[in-house]
């Protein structure tokens, strides 16, 4: 399915600005810039117009438009993405979520919460913070919950409470031709028919634009027990986490940080454990039992020669040292002054994990590049930050090599290419490899739902000619 624009420029503004309002388009080259990528270094250039709305029958409406004009449709959340999933390109419509930001409804006691989809998570946790609750799936760093269901994201807390994907109970989208439909229901669980929740759940943009979100809420635990851990090894952190988690000791989260992403972090941020692999855990839960989960981890740590730097147990105390663990793509910047970053995750089943790592330690070795390694390492996800220096014009040939050697020995593994980036515009050919013999089920789904091919092109699935 290929889209050829009819018409494009002063036509198509007009056109939006009819079907929204005026003050929600904006057509200026100088207004369009910060809308036109993400995070990543993948290739974008500026749209030819970015529609701002406030409601799902604004989104519609723009939807509409550019499937009359036959312009491709971007949307787009906070712009956190690391893959390319929200770069725009010189032909197309970014239709920008960030003004639908209602939290519509908190219903504490059934623990969920509905919101417009440009609600940034910390909104949502400050909203459900009063009634004891929290959302605490996805990210840490900030992002739109919109964003967060559209890339099926997750992050620290995926261990305890899930992806993002097994949060989301309740979707409003708009589809590739303007129409609008809600999937899933506000109770707890269904089987009401496809799944079409969890088909939106991870489709980036492709398939529609979600407006609305439901999500589960969390009890906010009375207690929480953290400590960092000194590891003899990647091997024996790995292995580790894999024994108390076969030993039923419930993490809330657990994370692994090689040598080089400590050293990034002691530059940074002044964190002063010393430079050796290291395993950040939390336990969470009524008052005793958090305390209780930590002296088993403990006896389990000693005995795989593991050496506690520092415990906290005070909320604040554990907020600063979970913001280091998140201040660690910043920090592996700050290793090579200059650099930009190809941040790549894959995921694979647990009992791999310490092999995959270890190998990929050994690759940003053997190719000579800079490139920190961390992962949520109780789901089997880990991330490498491979550092491009400025001038080093044979380091992204280098990069994108070791990119391959990960994703190749994942998914050898029995894993994924991704555990929760997603596939963007950068891990096209990855997921070709991935699900060679699932393509014509996506592009079956893909051409129903979008029939004028305009929703998010050229990410996610590749083109028929690759
Ligand atoms: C420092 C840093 C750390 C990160 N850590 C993590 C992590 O631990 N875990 C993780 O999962 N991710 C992580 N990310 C990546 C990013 O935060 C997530 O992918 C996030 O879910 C993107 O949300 P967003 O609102 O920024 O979406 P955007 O970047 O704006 O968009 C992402 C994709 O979703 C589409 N999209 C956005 N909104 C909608 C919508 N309403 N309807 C349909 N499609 C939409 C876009 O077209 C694009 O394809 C990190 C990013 C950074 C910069």
Redesign the pocket.
């Known amino acids: 399915m290929t889209t050829t624009p009819q018409t494009v420029g002063p036509q198509l503004v007009e056109a939006l600005e009819q079907a929204v309002t005026p003050a929600a388009v904006l057509a200026e080259p100088f207004a369009l810039h910060e809308f036109s990528h ?2 990543s270094f993948h290739h974008w250039e500026p749209p030819e117009a970015v529609v701002r709305p406030r409601s799902t029958a604004e989104v519609a409406a723009a939807v509409r438009v550019c499937a009359d004009f036959g312009v491709p449709v ?10 390319g ?2 770069n725009t390109t010189g032909e197309s419509v970014c239709i920008d ?1 960030s003004r ?1 930001d209602a939290v519509l409804e908190v219903a504490a006691d059934d623990m969920y919460a509905r919101v417009q ?2 609600v ?1 998570k910390s909104a949502l946790n400050a909203a459900a913070a009063g009634h004891g609750l929290h959302f605490p799936a ?4 900030d ?14 807390m995926a261990v305890s409470c899930g992806t ?1 994907a097994d949060n989301v109970l309740r979707l409003t ?1 708009v589809l590739g031709d303007g129409s609008v439909i809600t999937t899933g229901s506000a109770a707890p669980k269904t089987s009401a028919g496809y799944d079409l929740t969890r088909l ?1 759940v991870g ?4 398939l ?4 609305e979100v439901t999500v589960r809420l969390h009890p906010v635990p009375e207690e929480v027990a953290m400590g960092i851990w000194t590891m003899p090894s990647l091997q024996a952190a790995a292995e580790l986490v894999v024994t108390g988690l076969r030993a039923g000791v419930r993490f809330s989260r657990v994370e692994l940080l090689d040598a080089t992403t400590v050293e990034a972090l002691r530059g940074y941020r002044g964190f002063s454990a010393p430079p050796a692999p290291t395993l950040m855990v939390e336990f969470a839960g009524a008052a005793g039992e958090a305390a209780a989960l930590y002296r088993r981890f403990t006896a389990l740590a000693e005995k795989a020669g593991a050496a506690e730097h520092s415990a906290a147990e005070d909320p604040d105390d554990v907020g600063r040292l979970w913001q280091v663990r ?1 201040d ?3 920090a592996a910047l700050a290793l090579v002054p200059g650099a930009s970053a190809l ?1 790549t ?1 894959v995921c694979v089943p647990i009992s791999q994990l310490p092999a995959n790592v270890i190998q990929a330690r050994r690759d940003v070795e053997e190719l000579g590049l800079t490139a920190p390694i961390v992962g ?1 390492v109780g789901d089997g996800n880990f ?1 490498v930050a491979i550092l491009l220096p400025p001038g080093d014009e044979q380091a992204a040939e280098r990069a994108a090599e070791l990119n391959r050697r990960l994703v190749d020995r994942a998914l050898a593994a029995g894993g994924t290419c991704t ?4 596939i ?1 515009a950068g891990k096209i050919a990855s997921l070709a490899a991935e699900h060679a013999s699932a393509l014509p089920a996506m592009r079956a789904i893909k051409a129903a739902l979008d029939p004028h091919g305009i929703m ?1 092109p050229h ?2 699935l590749p083109s028929r000619s690759a």
């Open positions: 993400d995070r971007v949307p787009r959340g906070a712009g956190t993405g690391l893959e999933g929200a979520l639908m989809a440009g940034m996805g990210p840490g760093v992002a739109s919950i919109g964003g967060m269901a559209a890339t099926s994201a997750s992050g620290t993002v989208a939106l489709s980036e943009g492709t529609g634009i979600i407006t998140h660690a793509l910043p941040p995750d949520h991330h555990g929760e980036h997603g963007g998010n990410k996610v």
